[in-house]
């Protein structure tokens, strides 16, 4: 039997939450069990993010020597290198998530560590890419923001996250860095701890859904989805599975370095979102720090459609820490935890 409960509050000591759809394990309409399959289990490095565009896995990789490889999911081969890591020519120090370009023509990469996104070619078969334009997030002038996952959502305006704060969920920049600021109208804060605390538990993911008309931002250490309209408009709030998901880190250590340090008992919530568009897909987590199997791990994927509403819970066979979806020829790719190898999941 589906369950959807319409919450008019749901409050604890840091956060009040107006009219949100609250969502159980027994909302969704189907369960599916799904196995994996291998297409490579011999990657050498530390695999940390997974983006598809076109037909190649882009692999963002935290090994020392290199940050983006190339897997030909057609071919099921490993390509080489794409992007590696220094700061010569075309080198980056770190990336996030990596992104197509409006166009779908390029592909664009952030580089946490340099404060700039970089556009570069697209999938170069044998050959390290060209970078070919570069946004800088120069520190003078963005001294109090450090920017997270920024995404094309026109040819002249993009969205990103500020990790530095949590009221804001996130921001609109032009090509020029003019930005804005967008808030979510039914949250309110109570300010019951410092502000790095508080950025850090309100910290988000944020995709963008393929036609560009809605951004879905989920919570790190909190368990809401936010679903926006392109203009900044929110359109919907999700919550769940689990009632009273409560925060919990250890206090007196986070008062005493300034920054908000784990407990056991801290729980994580959503770990990677990807969205078609026809659905939202979550890798939601819900295990604590304390958990043998790693809360920054998980076998399952949530998906909602672009209203909020729970359709299809998926139960992996293992555990993964990031993936992609391709809903044309039904399968989600993924990096498998704690082996490292690259695989994916038939949906059929």
Same mark, same amino acid.
């Given at each position: 039997?589906?369950?959807?409960?319409?919450?008019?509050?749901?409050?604890?000591?840091?956060?009040?939450?107006?009219?949100?759809?609250? #969502?159980?394990?027994?909302?969704?309409?189907?369960?599916?069990?799904?196995?994996?399959?291998? =297409?490579?289990?011999?990657?050498?490095?530390?695999? *940390?993010? +997974?983006?598809? *565009?076109?037909?190649?896995?882009?692999?963002?990789?935290?090994?020392?020597?290199?940050?983006?490889?190339?897997?030909?999911?057609?071919?099921?081969?490993?390509?080489?290198?794409?992007?590696?890591?220094?700061?010569?020519?075309?080198?980056?120090?770190?990336?996030?998530?990596?992104?197509?370009?409006?166009?779908?023509? #390029?592909?664009?990469?952030?580089?946490?560590?340099?404060?700039?996104?970089?556009?570069?070619?697209?999938?170069?078969?044998?050959?390290?890419?060209? +970078?070919?334009?570069?946004?800088?997030?120069?520190?003078?002038?963005?001294?109090? +923001?450090?920017?997270?996952?920024? *995404?094309?959502?026109?040819?002249?305006?993009?969205?990103?996250?500020?990790?530095?704060? #949590?009221?804001?969920?996130?921001?609109?920049?032009?090509?020029?860095?003019?930005?804005?600021?967008?808030?979510?109208?039914?949250?309110?804060?109570?300010?019951?701890?410092?502000?790095?605390?508080?950025?850090?538990?309100?910290?988000?993911?944020?995709?963008?859904?393929?036609?560009?008309?809605?951004?879905?931002?989920?919570?790190?250490?909190?368990?809401?989805?936010?679903?926006?309209?392109?203009?900044? =408009?929110?359109?919907?709030?999700?919550?769940?599975?689990?009632?009273?998901?409560?925060?919990?880190?250890?206090?007196?250590?986070?008062?005493?370095?300034?920054?908000?340090?784990?407990?056991?008992?801290?729980?994580?919530?959503?770990?990677?979102?990807?969205?078609?568009?026809?659905?939202?897909?979550?890798?939601?987590?819900?295990?604590?720090?304390?958990?043998?199997?790693?809360?920054?791990?998980?076998? *399952?994927?949530?998906?909602?459609?672009?209203?909020?509403?729970?359709?299809?819970?998926?139960?992996?066979?293992?555990?993964?820490?990031?993936?992609?979806?391709?809903?044309?020829?039904?399968?989600?790719?993924?990096?498998?935890?704690?082996?490292?190898?690259?695989?994916?999941?038939?949906?059929?």
């Amino acid at each position: 039997m589906v369950s959807i409960l319409l919450a008019g509050c749901d409050s604890n000591e840091y956060i009040e939450i107006k009219d949100a759809v609250i #969502f159980n394990d027994k909302s969704f309409k189907e369960v599916k069990m799904l196995s994996h399959t291998d =297409i490579d289990t011999e990657f050498i490095g530390n695999p *940390v993010r +997974m983006t598809k *565009v076109d037909t190649f896995l882009y692999i963002v990789d935290s090994s020392i020597d290199s940050v983006v490889h190339l897997f030909d999911v057609k071919n099921n081969l490993y390509r080489g290198l794409m992007v590696g890591r220094g700061t010569g020519p075309n080198e980056l120090l770190s990336s996030g998530y990596v992104h197509p370009s409006p166009d779908n023509q #390029f592909v664009w990469l952030y580089d946490i560590t340099g404060r700039q996104w970089v556009k570069y070619g697209k999938a170069n078969v044998g050959k390290i890419s060209v +970078m070919t334009e570069k946004i800088r997030f120069v520190k003078d002038t963005f001294a109090t +923001m450090t920017v997270e996952d920024p *995404v094309w959502i026109s040819d002249s305006l993009f969205v990103c996250v500020n990790l530095n704060s #949590f009221k804001e969920r996130f921001y609109f920049f032009d090509r020029q860095l003019k930005h804005k600021p967008v808030y979510n109208p039914r949250f309110s804060f109570k300010k019951n701890a410092p502000d790095f605390v508080l950025n850090e538990m309100f910290s988000i993911l944020l995709n963008v859904k393929p036609d560009k008309s809605k951004i879905v931002l989920g919570g790190r250490y909190f368990d809401c989805l936010e679903v926006y309209h392109s203009s900044g =408009i929110l359109s919907t709030l999700t919550k769940g599975p689990e009632k009273g998901f409560n925060f919990n880190y250890d206090r007196q250590r986070s008062y005493a370095r300034g920054a908000m340090i784990k407990s056991p008992e801290t729980r994580r919530a959503y770990l990677c979102l990807k969205s078609t568009d026809e659905r939202i897909y979550a890798l939601y987590s819900g295990k604590e720090k304390q958990d043998v199997s790693n809360y920054s791990n998980s076998d *399952v994927v949530f998906t909602f459609d672009w209203e909020g509403k729970p359709l299809t819970k998926y139960v992996l066979d293992c555990q993964i820490i990031s993936f992609d979806v391709d809903e044309n020829n039904k399968k989600i790719y993924a990096i498998r935890e704690p082996e490292k190898s690259i695989i994916y999941f038939d949906l059929n």
